[in-house]
């Protein structure tokens, strides 16, 4: 939108004169009045960009004709002139939501100043609005979360109810069930629209760090801290804040959290000033919150203060009606973004994909696509380009997180061992997992140690002295 129909209201000829007489040189469309009353009038018979209205005029106040226009015609920008520069006069105006204020005698110059600026203000307000479509559009809930079944036409019923509100919301299911995919649904598709959306992965920052990533610090809080750093709640003031794995935070922040939630400000390690802080909750677990109450392991308080309205997912094999669809939605986005050609499967495939019970969920699922159509010369996908699914039966499942895979793996590895001729086994494990850690955390960052120690969460000298005593050799590419 750019600034072309302007209002000027005053009740002397010659501040409407002068304002006219230089407002039309620039090309604008100028409307004048000389009172209130007169410049309602004109704003309910025009769409004006900009109105300049004097704070005392005949019938109705500058200030009283701005509370109408704010409800009657809220695009339009208004800058109140008044010739009694009183603090009362200015903090009235911007209280009442004008654009900008300015004292009589006034410079020509300043009012095209304040055009001026309030051009940029409209350019980058229709650039936000045009961005909130955008962002409104793409997350609709048919375009992000792909599937009909009975079980998600549940989950959308839901969402549609409580996305308009600031209810919070306690999501769970299991891991690769897009617990994320649906905050950012009920974030994109709430009056919150356009404020931050903020992601916390509770289970991925170590605990002495968790409460930092939180709240955030101060200067000198801790050993590290060498600048003041915003936590999550203030990155994501005004907006919606996901706290992932929320069953993995310390019991110790779980006191602190609930506080904030109740109290709604939140205090800096190593501060004392209060922040007030205005945000969403969105929570998400995949493990059973009820069951960590009733075991002392997750606090009682915080579980009823998240759990206002639980969103629980259904896993991928409830659903099976829906993979069809998604095997389309993955293969094409692999298309797009992979350049594969894989186009679609074969009906001895699909049966093979509606066979599994998918314990990973949509992440496996999407996960084997793409690493199939990589892999695969064929344009249709073939049953045996899926070799790798077993089509295990429902009671069969394994634990596919981080934490069972190594347990699955220690199991079949210590089975083989003689404990009665075994010590420092607690050193040799650690030692064999450290090495491939520092190996892939190195080649992710390239070579980087210093982003490798940080990553990791040990210091620079720390990583040196593993690097040399595991003996792992780094490729450099201009790291520091």
């Given at each position: 939108m750019s600034i072309k129909r302007i209002l000027v209201a005053d009740d002397e000829d010659s501040i409407r004169w002068v304002l006219s007489k230089a407002l039309s040189k620039q090309d604008y469309q100028v409307d004048l009045a000389s009172?209130?009353?007169?410049?309602l009038e004109l704003s309910r018979k025009h769409s004006y960009d900009l109105a300049i209205l004097d704070i005392k005029m005949p019938g109705m106040s500058g200030l009283k004709l701005l509370g109408k226009l704010q409800k009657e015609s809220p695009r339009?920008?208004?800058?109140?002139?008044?010739?009694?520069?009183?603090?009362?006069?200015?903090?009235?105006?911007?209280?009442?939501g004008a654009y900008d204020?300015?004292?009589?005698?006034?410079?020509?110059?300043?009012?095209?100043?304040?055009?001026?600026?309030?051009?940029?203000?409209?350019?980058?307000?229709?650039?936000?609005?045009?961005?909130?479509?955008?962002?409104?559009?793409?997350?609709?809930?048919?375009?992000?979360?792909?599937?009909?079944?009975?079980?998600m036409q549940t989950v959308y019923k839901v969402l549609g109810k409580i996305a308009p509100s600031d209810v919070t919301v306690l999501i769970s299911g299991e891991s690769g069930t897009g617990k994320e995919l649906i905050a950012r649904a009920i974030h994109f598709n709430s009056p919150r629209l356009g404020k931050p959306f903020i992601a916390l992965n509770?289970?991925?920052?170590?605990?002495?760090?968790?409460?930092?990533e939180l709240f955030g610090h101060e200067r000198g809080a801790f050993t590290g801290a060498t600048e003041r750093k915003a936590g999550k709640f203030e990155q994501a003031n005004g907006g919606t804040l996901f706290l992932d794995e929320i069953g993995d935070m310390p019991l110790e922040l779980q006191a602190k959290l609930l506080r904030v939630l109740q109290e709604k400000e939140v205090t800096r390690t190593g501060g004392n000033q209060t922040l007030q802080v205005d945000v969403r909750i969105v929570a998400a677990t995949n493990q059973n919150l009820k069951k960590q109450v009733r075991q002392k392991e997750f606090r009682e308080d915080l579980f009823y203060r998240l759990n206002v309205v639980p969103l629980e997912l259904p896993p991928l094999r409830d659903r099976q009606d829906d993979i069809p669809d998604l095997v389309e939605h993955f293969l094409t986005r692999a298309r797009e973004e992979l350049r594969t050609q894989a186009a679609g499967v074969t009906p001895e495939a699909m049966q093979k994909l509606l066979g599994h019970s998918w314990p990973g969920n949509i992440r496996e699922l999407e996960?084997?696509?793409?690493?199939?159509?990589?892999?695969?010369?064929?344009?249709?996908?073939?049953?045996?380009?899926?070799?790798?699914?077993?089509?295990?039966?429902?009671?069969?499942?394994?634990?596919t997180s981080l934490e069972g895979l190594?347990?699955?793996?220690?199991?079949?590895?210590?089975?083989?061992?003689?404990?009665?001729?075994?010590?420092?086994?607690?050193?040799?494990?650690?030692?064999?997992?450290?090495r491939p850690l520092i190996n892939i955390v190195l080649e992710r960052t390239r070579g980087n140690q210093v982003r490798t120690a940080e990553i990791l969460g040990i210091n620079r000298n720390t990583l040196r002295k593993k690097i040399k005593t595991l003996g792992i050799e780094v490729k450099r590419n201009n790291n520091v």
């Open positions: 009172t209130g009353t007169d410049a339009t920008l208004v800058v109140i002139m008044t010739a009694e520069s009183t603090m009362k006069n200015a903090i009235e105006a911007m209280k009442g204020y300015i004292t009589k005698p006034f410079d020509l110059e300043v009012v095209d100043a304040i055009i001026l600026k309030a051009q940029k203000a409209s350019n980058i307000s229709e650039e936000v609005g045009r961005l909130k479509e955008e962002l409104k559009d793409h997350y609709q809930l048919d375009r992000t979360i792909i599937g009909q079944s009975q079980p509770c289970a991925a920052i170590p605990r002495e760090l968790l409460e930092s996960n084997t696509l793409q690493r199939v159509a990589l892999l695969s010369p064929n344009v249709l996908l073939e049953a045996e380009d899926f070799e790798e699914l077993s089509g295990e039966a429902e009671g069969e499942r394994t634990d190594i347990a699955t793996k220690l199991q079949n590895s210590l089975a083989q061992m003689d404990f009665q001729e075994m010590d420092s086994l607690y050193d040799m494990v650690l030692h064999q997992m450290e």
